[in-house]
Every structure is written in C-alpha cells, then in structure tokens.
T-cell receptor, first 115, second 112 residues
Framework: DAGVTQSPTHLIKTRGQHVTLRCSPI?????VSWYQQVLGQGPQFIFQ???????GRGNFPDRFSARQFPNYSSELNVNALLLGDSALYLC??????????????FGQGTRLTVV | KQEVTQIPAALSVPEGENLVLNCSFT??????LQWFRQDPGKGLTSLLL?????REQTSGRLNASLDKSSGRSTLYIAASQPGDSATYLC???????????FGTGTRLQVTL
C-alpha cells in the first residue's frame, strides 16, 4: 500500500515567488494536515483539512493557504516567498477529523529553499 | 498553550545499551501522544501511539509509557543498534486545536 506521497521532493524558489506543494494521503484517509519544520526544530502546524473543509489553522500569515480536493489530496500554497519560508514541509494523513484515536502518518516532505 | 519539551537534546551511546528518551508536556488535556523517528532530511516515521487512557505501548525493542497527570512520557529503546541512530520526536494531540504539538526532538547516535 502506498503511504503518504508528497511532490516535489525538493524545490528552489526566489524571494517573492509563489509555490504549490502537493500531498496525496493514504487510501481511505480523509484528513490531511500540513506542517513546517525548520532546521533543528520540531514541526509546526499550518493547516488541517477534513472532507474538503479547513478544520484547523496554525499561527502562519495569510500568505499560506491550502485546499483539499474531492479525492482527499491537498495542496499547500505560499505566496510572496520570504527567505524564512525555507523549510521542510510535511504532510500528514489520518483517518478522521479529530485524530483522537488514530495515528498520523507523514510523507517524506518537500524541501523548499528560498534564495 | 501546549508546550512539549524533550530531554536530552542529543545522546550518544555504544551499541547494545538500553536507553530512555524523555518527553514532557504542559497541558495534560491530551487525546494521545505519538513518538516518531526522523532520519536526516527525511519525513517522520510513526513508532508508537499511546491513547490518553493507556499507560504504555510496546513495539519490538521499543516501549513507550505515558503519565498523563504529570505530563510525561518516556521512550525506552532496548539493546540499541547503529540503525537506531536518528532524531526521535514526541508529539501530543490536543483535540480543541486539531493539531499535533511537537517537541524539538532528541538526536540519538548509537556507536559501534
């Protein structure tokens, strides 16, 4: 069975540009969450989507947005890139909305470098 | 605001040793706690999930305990191997925010 897949694996962008990151959850999982991990830190929550609706949002500026599609895949968009947006972006997949009794499974991440 | 702390930040042990990684959290109103492994530059691999009603979980050489009232969890690794070298992260799920809150991790190196 395929796990959580993210694309692309690596990306280099220039300041001010826009970027779109993609995530496909595990088959049967309806919840997708996005996390940002800067070097040496733990992942920080950005968004959670369930059944195509935003269910949670972390403390990130409006330059960050996301959406979930009918097939439960998701995109994370970041506008007006800053150097500080350079990080590993992780997507997590889980069965349900509140994830209370289920594990979160993570993809391999997208390494974004802003120059 | 939930805060998660992991001690130590880094640890180096010889192969074969048993070791304990610590995780503490400030808000005991959690639904579950999850331990992850992360290899350099890679994503997270789930190791163990402990529900708030449970005291421990075991998987192979790994055993995780949870003391919710005191806000603590430990990950015990038995008979460590060089392949165990990685960063270990703990995360707690707080339902009101629908998110995992992570610690900064313990970087483990197991030497030959």
């Amino acid at each position: 069975d395929a796990g959580v897949t993210q694309s692309p694996t690596h990306l280099i962008k220039t300041r001010g540009q826009h970027v779109t990151l993609r995530c496909s959850p595990i088959s049967g999982h309806k919840s997708v969450s996005w996390y940002q991990q800067v070097l040496g830190q733990g992942p920080q929550f950005i968004f959670q989507y369930y059944e195509k609706e935003e269910r949670g949002r972390g403390n990130f500026p409006d330059r960050f947005s996301a959406r979930q599609f009918p097939n439960y895949s998701s995109e994370l968009n970041v506008n007006a890139l800053l150097l500080g947006d350079s990080a590993l972006y992780l997507c997590a997949s889980s069965l349900g909305h509140l994830v209370m009794n289920t594990e979160a499974f993570f993809g391999q991440g997208t390494r974004l470098t802003v120059v | 605001k939930q805060e998660v702390t992991q001690i130590p930040a880094a640890l180096s042990v010889p192969e074969g040793e048993n070791l304990v990684l610590n995780c503490s959290f400030t808000d005991s109103a959690i639904y579950n706690l999850q331990w992850f492994r992360q290899d350099p530059g890679k994503g997270l691999t789930s190791l163990l999930l402990i529900q708030s009603s449970q005291r421990e979980q075991t998987s192979g050489r790994l055993n995780a305990s949870l003391d919710k009232s005191s806000g603590r969890s430990t990950l015990y690794i038995a008979a460590s191997q060089p392949g165990d070298s990685a960063t270990y992260l703990c995360a707690v799920f707080t339902g009101t925010a629908s998110k995992l809150t992570f610690g900064t991790g313990t970087r483990l190196q197991v030497t030959l």
